[in-house]
């Protein structure tokens, strides 16, 4: 079963990721690496390579593979960063950024997701990862400044908390919009600029909402 879930990672990456423009090689191999059908419901399993994304537990999804290695490139993560992910989930997003930085903090506010994922981490030795239960539209003030903060729900506005704890010359991205449809957007903190920021779309997605006090129904 191993070998099978192996060559659906490799089509994965192949047919998925090369095709939309995924190039930062990095990304690709961590992509091709991580075992994701252990992120879904054993009865998923066969599914968890698709290019979709699935239910978990408390109505919530882990998102197509795609989506995960976009948000993640726009990163431009080069080994050394801290990076915030605001959205546990599951777990995978946080593994992959795991193996692409210097430390991932991640806060979550559903308990049953956050204990899941903390199984995983230490599963596949995940030491690098730091994780709490909290609103997550507030951040993670102990750790910042972040040098990146993926957001991974989708929320009406960026929330102000993030931009603080975001340093100078670090990015963001992080769905905005409406409960349903949102933008994926990416946000870069000008270095010397006295907090100017630079903001562009990638494009479209469709998240969970972003639940909390700078989120819905804040």
Known sequence: ?????????????????????????????VMGEVPRHLFVDDA????????????????QTISQPYIVACMTEALQ???????????????????ILSRLCEKVCT???????????????????????????????????????????????????????LLGQLAEGGRMVIPVGGQGVQELKLVHKIAGGDGELEIQTIEQVRFVDLVGAHGWNG
């Open 107 to 161: 806060v979550e506010r559903i308990n049953s997701l956050l204990a899941g994922a903390r199984k995983l981490f230490d599963r596949l030795r995940c030491y690098n990862i730091l994780s709490k239960l909290d609103d997550g539209t507030m951040g993670w003030p102990d750790h910042a400044p972040y040098d990146a903060i993926i957001v991974t729900a989708g929320g009406p506005t960026i929330p102000e908390p």
């Open 44 to 59: 998923m399993q066969a599914q968890a390579y698709g290019d979709h994304p699935l239910p978990i537990a408390a109505d």
């Open 77 to 95: 993560l080069t080994g050394h960063e801290r990076v915030l992910e605001v959205g546990t989930g599951s777990g995978y997003q946080a593994v």
């Open 1 to 29: 079963m191993s070998d099978l879930f192996e060559m659906a990672r490799e089509r994965m990456v192949r047919e998925q990721l090369l095709p939309r423009g995924i190039r930062d090689p990095r990304v690709l191999e």
